[in-house]
T-cell receptor, first 114, second 116 residues
């Protein structure tokens, strides 16, 4: 079954500095990879996805992520963090065939310090 | 578009009581998912429907949990009887038809359930 690991519980970064949230995955076949963001008392919001093609994908709010097949990683990045980026970030993976399950990581709390 | 609508936003109940959570998916979406979020276990898929039919309910924790989708615009998740360990935030999500496995989910704002 597919799974995702987000190794850090919390990521602290100063405003204006680069932000990276790490994600590694395990799946049979070529993965469908997603990043979602959750603000307090809200549902998850889709940020970006990788299905095929260019390994660097761009998404909402200036975020991007790089698919690395050899390292089975899909790290989320933003060149210059904003205080408003403080939220919970989830990585998710789905296998291209078989069941329709989307496996989520445990989430990373990002704190951007003014 | 109003998005996925869940009600109530908060529910506090006593152990042993029946709890019913409600979800209205985005109009036109034909896949609906129920998730549970806790600090300990993160996000867990409980069940999902396609065209109102339950496809995978292997995540439903116990027989105390049941879910229905009587029509394309409404679904319920029921817990009977409720227990304190059911306390969590329950999310509903939907997806449009023919969207493929690469299509993202649209989440509601969740129902925070507290069972005392």
């Amino acid at each position: 079954a597919q799974s995702v690991a987000q190794p850090e519980d919390q990521v602290n970064v100063a405003e204006g500095n680069p932000l990276t949230v790490k994600c590694t995955y395990s799946v049979s076949g070529n993965p469908y990879l997603f990043w979602y963001v959750q603000y307090p008392n809200r549902g998850l919001q889709f940020l970006l996805k990788y299905i095929t093609g260019d390994n660097l994908v761009k998404g909402s709010y200036g975020f991007e992520a790089e698919f690395n097949k050899s390292q089975t990683s899909f790290h989320l990045k933003k060149p210059s963090a904003l205080v408003s980026d403080s939220a919970l970030y989830f990585c998710a993976v789905r296998a291209p065939h078989g069941n329709n399950r989307l496996a989520f990581g445990k989430g990373n709390q990002v704190v951007v310090i003014p | 578009d109003a998005g996925v609508i869940q009600s109530p936003r908060h529910e506090v109940t006593e152990m042993g009581q029946e709890v019913t959570l409600r979800c209205k998916p985005i109009s036109g979406h034909n896949s609906l998912f129920w998730y549970r979020q806790t600090m300990m276990r993160g996000l867990e898929l409980l069940i999902y429907f396609n065209n109102n039919v339950p496809i995978d309910d292997s995540g439903m924790p116990e027989d105390r949990f049941s879910a229905k989708m009587p029509n394309a615009s409404f679904s319920t998740l029921k817990i009977q009887p409720s227990e304190p360990r059911d306390s969590a935030v329950y999310f509903c999500a939907s997806r449009p038809p023919n969207s493929g496995a690469g299509s993202p989910l649209h989440f509601g704002n969740g129902t925070r359930l507290t069972v005392t």
